[in-house]
C-alpha cells in the first residue's frame, strides 16, 4: 500500500507522527521495520540502475534501507530541512560531515565548549589529515571572527553546551560564517527540533545524536545531518555508501518511534528540570546553578528566543564546599544519596541521571584544563527525566540536605 499523502502545512506535532511513513505491505499503523541486508531486484536492467542511482532504489542495507529513509525524512520535516541523513552514532555524523566537506588544508573554527569527542576528532584525529582547528569561545562571536581565514570551511557550534549551559548566538555565527564562504554547523544534540531549530536562524547543517533526546529512552545509539539535499544527497550519501557509517534500520526504526513523543517529552522534561533548577537556586547548599531557563542566567533572553521559550533539560549546579577537596566530597555524597536518580554519564532519557562531569565525562582533562572549562569538583550535571518533580527534589534533598 502506498503512505498517506499528508496536506501541506501540518504543525510538528503533527508531522512527528506522520511524516514519512514507509509503504506499508499489509496497511499496518506502525512503521514497518525492514530488518534485511539486502534487496531482491525484479530483473538485472533494474539492478543496474539502481546501482547507478542509489536514491532510485534500495539494493543493499550499507547504502539504504526504507526504514532508515522513513527516520532520515521525518526528522527533516521536524527540522525544517530539505533532507537528513542517517548515521550510527552521533560522532559517525560528526565524521561523515568532515569526510564530506573537509580536504587536507582546510581550516575548522570550533567552539571550546563542544563535546568531548567532538573537540579530540577535530583537535586531535583530523590534525593527522592535515585538517587544523582553532577553539574559540562559545559565547564570544568576536573570538569566532578574528579567527577566521581564508581557507576556513567550517564553524561548528553546539547550543547550550554540556555541563555548563552556554549558549550562542546561531544567527551571529551564521552571518559570520557567510560572510567568509564558510558554513555554519550546529549540533542541536540538547535542544532538539521539539525546542530549536538551527536553520531558522541560519545554519546550515544541523548535526543530531539521536541517542540522546531522538530516542529519549535510552536504548539505541543513532546519530544524523539534516540539511540541503545538494549537500545531503550528493556530498553526504557518497560517503555513507562508501564508508559505512550507516544506521542499522532496527535502531532507525526505534528512534522513528521516539521521535513521535519527542515534542511532549521535551515540554514536560523541561518543565520538570526548570522547577529542579528554581528549587536548587533556594537550597542554601548550592552556590551556582546554570540553566538557560533561570532570569540569572547570563544568556537567558537569548536562550528564549533561540529555544522556543524552554531552558531545555540538563540543569548543572556546583555544591558548596571549603575547597576542591570537600566540594567533591560534597558531589559525591549528593550522587551517591540518589536512589531514584541513576549514576550515569549519558542524559536525554526519560530517567533522570545524575553525573560528576570533573572525574567523569571530563576526567581526561587536567586540572588546569577544567578550570579553564570552568568545571569544578563541586558541579554537578543532573539530565531531568519524566520523574514526578517531588520524587527528584526528594531525592536531592537526602544528599544536599547533609551538607
Ligand atoms: C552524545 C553527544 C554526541 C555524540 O553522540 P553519540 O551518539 O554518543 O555518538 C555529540 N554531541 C553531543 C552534544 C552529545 O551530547
Given at each position: 500500500?502506498k503512505?498517506k499523502s499528508?496536506?501541506?502545512?501540518l504543525h510538528r506535532?503533527?508531522?512527528?507522527?506522520?511524516?514519512a511513513?514507509a509503504?506499508?505491505?499489509?496497511?499496518?499503523?506502525?512503521?514497518?521495520?525492514?530488518?534485511?541486508?539486502?534487496?531482491?531486484?525484479p530483473?538485472?536492467e533494474t539492478?543496474?540502475?539502481?546501482f547507478?542511482?542509489?536514491?532510485e532504489?534500495y539494493?543493499?542495507g550499507?547504502?539504504?534501507n526504507?526504514?532508515?529513509?522513513s527516520?532520515e525524512q521525518?526528522?527533516?520535516a521536524?527540522?525544517g530541512t530539505e533532507?537528513?541523513?542517517a548515521?550510527s552514532?552521533?560522532m559517525?555524523?560528526i565524521?561523515m560531515l568532515?569526510m564530506?566537506?573537509?580536504k587536507a588544508?582546510?581550516?575548522?573554527?570550533?567552539?571550546r565548549?563542544?563535546?568531548g569527542s567532538t573537540?579530540?576528532?577535530?583537535?586531535k584525529?583530523?590534525a593527522?589529515?592535515?585538517?587544523?582547528?582553532?577553539?574559540?569561545?562559545q559565547?564570544?562571536?568576536?573570538?569566532?571572527q578574528?579567527?577566521?581565514?581564508?581557507?576556513?570551511?567550517l564553524l561548528?557550534a553546539?547550543t547550550?553546551?554540556?555541563p555548563?549551559t552556554d549558549v550562542?548566538d546561531?544567527?551571529?555565527l551564521a552571518?559570520?560564517a557567510?560572510?567568509?564562504g564558510?558554513l555554519l554547523?550546529v549540533?542541536?544534540?540538547?535542544?532538539?527540533p521539539?525546542l530549536?531549530?538551527?536553520?531558522?536562524?541560519?545554519a546550515?547543517l544541523?548535526?543530531h545524536?539521536?541517542t540522546?533526546y531522538?530516542?529519549?529512552?535510552g536504548r539505541v545509539?543513532a546519530?544524523a545531518?539534516?540539511g540541503?539535499?545538494k549537500?545531503?544527497?550528493?556530498v553526504?550519501?557518497p560517503?555513507?555508501?562508501?564508508?559505512?557509517m550507516?544506521?542499522?534500520p532496527?535502531?532507525a526504526?526505534v528512534v522513528?518511534k521516539?521521535?513521535e513523543t519527542?515534542?511532549?517529552r521535551?515540554?514536560?522534561?523541561?518543565?520538570?528540570?526548570?522547577a529542579?533548577?528554581?528549587?536548587l537556586?533556594s537550597?542554601?547548599?548550592v552556590?551556582?546553578?546554570?540553566?538557560?531557563g533561570?532570569?540569572?542566567?547570563?544568556?537567558?533572553?537569548?536562550?528564549?528566543?533561540q529555544?522556543s521559550?524552554?531552558?531545555?533539560?540538563?540543569?548543572?549546579?556546583?555544591?558548596?564546599?571549603?575547597?576542591a577537596?570537600?566540594?567533591r566530597a560534597n558531589?559525591?555524597s549528593?550522587?551517591?544519596?540518589a536512589q531514584?536518580i541513576?549514576?550515569a554519564?549519558?542524559?536525554?532519557d526519560?530517567?533522570s541521571i545524575?553525573?560528576?562531569p570533573?572525574?567523569?565525562?571530563h576526567?581526561?582533562?587536567?586540572?588546569?584544563?577544567?578550570q579553564?572549562?570552568?568545571?569544578?569538583?563541586g558541579?554537578?550535571?543532573?539530565?531531568?527525566?519524566?520523574?514526578h518533580?517531588?520524587?527528584?527534589?526528594?531525592d536531592?534533598?537526602?544528599g544536599?540536605?547533609?551538607?
Amino acid at each position: 500500500m502506498k503512505p498517506k499523502s499528508l496536506p501541506p502545512g501540518l504543525h510538528r506535532d503533527t508531522l512527528a507522527v506522520h511524516a514519512a511513513l514507509a509503504p506499508s505491505q499489509h496497511g499496518e499503523n506502525s512503521e514497518a521495520l525492514y530488518l534485511t541486508s539486502g534487496f531482491v531486484q525484479p530483473d538485472a536492467e533494474t539492478a543496474a540502475h539502481r546501482f547507478a542511482h542509489p536514491t532510485e532504489g534500495y539494493t543493499y542495507g550499507r547504502t539504504s534501507n526504507p526504514t532508515v529513509t522513513s527516520f532520515e525524512q521525518r526528522l527533516a520535516a521536524m527540522e525544517g530541512t530539505e533532507a537528513a541523513i542517517a548515521a550510527s552514532t552521533g560522532m559517525s555524523a560528526i565524521l561523515m560531515l568532515c569526510m564530506g566537506l573537509l580536504k587536507a588544508g582546510d581550516h575548522v573554527i570550533c567552539s571550546r565548549s563542544v563535546f568531548g569527542s567532538t573537540m579530540t576528532l577535530f583537535g586531535k584525529e583530523f590534525a593527522k589529515f592535515g585538517v587544523e582547528t582553532s577553539f574559540v569561545s562559545q559565547t564570544d562571536a568576536a573570538q569566532w571572527q578574528a579567527a577566521l581565514r581564508p581557507n576556513t570551511r567550517l564553524l561548528f557550534a553546539e547550543t547550550p553546551t554540556n555541563p555548563l549551559t552556554d549558549v550562542c548566538d546561531i544567527r551571529a555565527l551564521a552571518d559570520i560564517a557567510h560572510g567568509a564562504g564558510a558554513l555554519l554547523v550546529v549540533d542541536n544534540c540538547f535542544c532538539s527540533p521539539a525546542l530549536q531549530r538551527p536553520v531558522e536562524h541560519g545554519a546550515d547543517l544541523v548535526i543530531h545524536s539521536g541517542t540522546k533526546y531522538l530516542d529519549g529512552q535510552g536504548r539505541v545509539m543513532a546519530g544524523a545531518i539534516c540539511g540541503p539535499s545538494k549537500l545531503i544527497v550528493d556530498v553526504f550519501g557518497p560517503i555513507v555508501r562508501v564508508a559505512g557509517m550507516s544506521l542499522s534500520p532496527f535502531n532507525a526504526w526505534v528512534v522513528l518511534k521516539g521521535l513521535e513523543t519527542l515534542n511532549i517529552r521535551m515540554q514536560a522534561q523541561c518543565a520538570n528540570a526548570l522547577a529542579v533548577a528554581q528549587w536548587l537556586q533556594s537550597h542554601p547548599a548550592v552556590r551556582r546553578v546554570y540553566y538557560p531557563g533561570l532570569a540569572s542566567h547570563p544568556q537567558h533572553a537569548l536562550a528564549m528566543r533561540q529555544q522556543s521559550g524552554m531552558g531545555g533539560a540538563v540543569v548543572s549546579f556546583d555544591v558548596r564546599g571549603d575547597d576542591a577537596d570537600s566540594a567533591r566530597a560534597n558531589a559525591f555524597s549528593v550522587i551517591n544519596s540518589a536512589q531514584v536518580i541513576s549514576i550515569a554519564t549519558n542524559l536525554g532519557d526519560t530517567k533522570s541521571i545524575i553525573t560528576h562531569p570533573a572525574t567523569t565525562s571530563h576526567g581526561r582533562l587536567t586540572e588546569t584544563q577544567r578550570q579553564d572549562a570552568g568545571i569544578g569538583q563541586g558541579l554537578i550535571r543532573l539530565a531531568v527525566g519524566l520523574e514526578h518533580i517531588d520524587d527528584i527534589t526528594a531525592d536531592l534533598s537526602r544528599g544536599l540536605n547533609a551538607i
